[in-house]
């Protein structure tokens, strides 16, 4: 099944080649947690902030509880520092 992924500021550098911009689709087995698809595409949970699936925010400590549906957007940012 094909879910939209995002990644955003330095986790770029973990999207496919195929990826435009800082988006893919991608396929994904049915009933793919998020924890598997961070796991699939070798992006550290330690780099991981805030995951939202189609706008609504995902707990961390969820990761490996959530599973992802067809069609579903995934977008994760890591932490930020600034002042």
């Known amino acids: 099944m094909k879910i939209t992924l995002k ?5 770029d550098e973990y999207l496919p080649p195929a990826a435009k911009q800082n988006t893919v689709k991608l ?33 961390l400590e969820d990761l490996d509880q959530r599973t992802l549906k067809a069609g579903e957007t995934l977008a994760i940012w890591p932490p ?4």
């Open 7 to 11: 990644l955003f500021a330095s986790l």
């Open 80 to 83: 930020v520092a600034g002042g």
């Open 27 to 59: 396929d994904i087995s049915e009933g793919s947690t998020i924890a598997v698809v961070l796991r699939e595409i070798g992006l550290p949970r330690e780099s991981v902030k805030l995951v939202f699936v189609d706008g609504v925010h995902q707990f």
